[in-house]
Structures are given as structure tokens and as C-alpha cells.
């Protein structure tokens, strides 16, 4: 089997004899007759609710490819014809057992529907330009990093210089600089003193 790419088209072929017409040169293509044609269609709504559908060759005049249809699918054994519908084009994409026959059937959809290759138009591109900048405009990213060096005067001037840096990049940085550097002698020492007064309180209660 071979199938040829998804390629879209434009305008929506709204009349439904375009459709009719569709399915009389598929099945010339096939070597049938137009009854032989199996024809399906999927619908989707508004509400967000679908459909499924079989329709009869004879009642295809009556069928628009426009929404409310979301797909039409043209059948015969091994060879189909797919239509995706959307709100601005239509996907033509046909299978078959030969790579020549599927893109013939391409080709005669095309001419049956009135369509040409959809063109995405200049205002479409810069609008989706326009959106992704905004999306990243509206992303708030704050960078952090803690930033170690000895306080030692031959290692502030440089220090100051990186920490310049990576404020002007708009870099939080946290530092060691607030806390103060003290031997662990002073700690013990403070217990010492608790250790004292906490005795001193004791012997207090215990006299009264």
C-alpha cells in the first residue's frame, strides 16, 4: 500500500456538488459505479460533542465539506480518500495499492473541490511570532545562586566585581558575607554561661 502526504487546501469547498462530483471520478478511478463508493463522514460540534456517520452515495449531493464535518472518508476495497476538514482549509490524503493511482486521486480531489495549496498568509506568521514572544514576556524565571569566597582583602575586590556582574544579568545571589566568622571557642563559652545562671536560679528557688 502507498500513501501519499497530508497536504492542505484552500477555500473550504462548501458546495456540496463538489462532493457528488468527487465521488463520480473516484469511482471512475476505481472502475466502478458511484453506488460502489463507500462514504463516511465524522462530524464535531460546537459543544464539543461528535458524530459518526454512513452516507448513501445517492444523498452525498446533499453533504457540504464544511463544519459541522470534521472528516469524510471516500472508500472502496483497498483504495481511500481521506478529507480533513478544519476552519480555514481542508487535508487531502488518498491510499492506494500503487503510489501513481494515489496521487491521480489526489489530483483529480483537487480539481473536483475547486481548491489550491494553502498558503499560511504573512499576518498569520508575525500573529504566531507575536503570541510565543508574549508567552515568554509573561514567564517570570529568577535565577539564584549562592556565591562563596574567602573574606580575605585580596579576594573582596575581585568578589565585588563577579558579584557586579551578576546583578547587571539580574542574578539573585546570596553570599556568606552576613553571617560572621567566629572560632567555635565562643560557643562554648556562652554555654558555660547559661550552665551558670541557670545553677545560680536553682540555688535561689531552693533557699526561698
Do not use: W
Not at 34 to 56: K, L, M, N, Q, T
Amino acid at each position: 500500500m502507498a500513501r501519499t502526504p497530508e497536504r492542505y487546501y484552500s477555500p473550504i469547498p462548501h458546495v456540496p456538488e463538489r462532493l457528488e462530483r468527487l465521488v463520480a471520478t473516484f469511482a471512475t478511478l476505481c472502475s466502478i459505479e458511484p453506488s460502489e463508493v463507500r462514504i463516511s463522514a465524522s462530524y464535531r460540534f460546537d459543544d464539543g460533542s461528535s458524530d459518526h456517520r454512513d452516507i448513501a452515495p445517492g444523498a452525498i449531493g446533499l453533504v457540504p465539506i464544511a463544519p459541522p464535518i470534521s472528516f469524510v472518508g471516500i472508500t472502496h476495497r483497498l483504495t481511500f480518500l481521506y478529507l480533513g476538514v478544519e476552519s480555514d482549509r481542508v487535508m487531502v490524503q488518498a491510499e492506494a495499492q500503487s503510489m501513481s493511482l494515489a496521487r491521480e486521486i489526489v489530483e483529480k480531489a483537487v480539481t473536483c473541490l475547486g481548491i489550491t495549496p494553502y498558503v499560511a498568509t504573512r499576518v498569520d506568521n508575525i500573529e504566531k511570532r507575536l503570541d510565543a514572544v508574549q508567552a515568554l514576556q509573561q514567564e517570570t524565571v529568577v535565577l539564584r545562586c549562592f556565591f562563596s569566597y574567602r573574606f580575605a582583602s585580596e579576594d573582596e575586590s575581585m568578589a565585588s566585581d563577579v558579584l557586579r556582574f551578576l546583578s547587571l544579568q539580574r542574578v539573585e545571589v546570596v553570599t556568606g558575607r552576613s553571617y560572621e566568622p567566629r572560632r567555635v571557642e565562643h560557643v562554648l563559652d556562652r554555654a558555660k554561661g547559661i550552665r551558670a545562671q541557670t545553677a545560680r536560679e536553682y540555688s535561689r528557688l531552693a533557699c526561698s
